[in-house]
């Protein structure tokens, strides 16, 4: 039953934001009493937060799996802005909003996710590139910082769109964008097949 409450609260937070949706229509929706969800959750907070930090603590967990077992900076690069990707639509239609003006603890756990781990995994996978030939090494470590900055920058612009909207570009051609920056022509080649096989395995 925990699970369920979490999977339907998840998608009507979703759809109707954190503060529209109360304990009741969560209750509603299931087809249950309000005294169900309170035998599994205290209050709406606590179910907010099994929501939402278990998410930010499996992404991060992915991402640095994916990271260990990736067979190049490139694919590394890939695999873990789809793991990201993944994490900022769950926060897209005003729900990071909420979190910030409604739920401060966990908006700041979502705030060092994006200012300590996510410039971190960029770190390392620039000197990963480096290492291998992928990226180019006229890069100060001044630079390598500014490029986390950037990439950081990226991710919450994405995470601040609003969902759906038709916008010009796609989420993987700024990836792509972002990565020929940094890559010597080896790195450009791999960049190309890789991107390839995203898309494929889009359709």
């Known amino acids: 039953m925990q699970e369920l409450i979490y ?3 998840a998608r009507l937070f979703g759809l109707h934001g954190l503060r529209s ?3 009741e229509d969560i209750a509603r929706s299931l087809g249950v009493s309000k005294k169900t969800l309170y035998i599994w959750f205290t209050d709406k907070q606590e179910l907010i937060s099994a929501v939402y930090l278990p998410f930010l603590q499996s992404t991060r967990q992915n991402c640095l799996t994916i990271s260990a077992q990736a067979p190049d900076a490139i694919h590394e690069a890939f695999d873990c802005w789809q793991e990201i990707r993944l994490f900022l639509l769950r926060l ?3 729900l990071l909003q909420d979190l910030q003006k409604q739920h401060p603890a966990i908006y700041k756990r979502y705030t060092r996710f994006c200012n ?8 390392l996978n620039l000197e990963r590139g480096q290492r291998e030939g992928l990226y180019r090494d006229d890069w100060s470590k001044q630079l390598v910082l500014y490029q986390a900055k950037a990439a950081q920058d990226l991710l919450q612009m994405l995470a601040l769109r609003e ?3 038709p916008d010009w ?6 990836v792509v964008h972002y990565l020929r ?4 022509p080896k790195g450009q080649a791999a960049i190309e097949a890789c991107h390839m096989q995203t898309a ?4």
Do not use: K, N
Request: glycine letters at 8%.
């Open 7 to 9: 999977h339907e609260a």
């Open 21 to 23: 949706v109360t304990m």
């Open 92 to 94: 897209q239609g005003g």
């Open 116 to 123: 300590l781990t996510i410039p971190s995994l960029f770190r």
């Open 163 to 165: 969902p759906r909207r």
């Open 169 to 174: 570009y796609t989420d993987d051609e700024l």
């Open 181 to 184: 920056g940094l890559s010597t």
């Open 200 to 203: 494929a395995a889009a359709i």
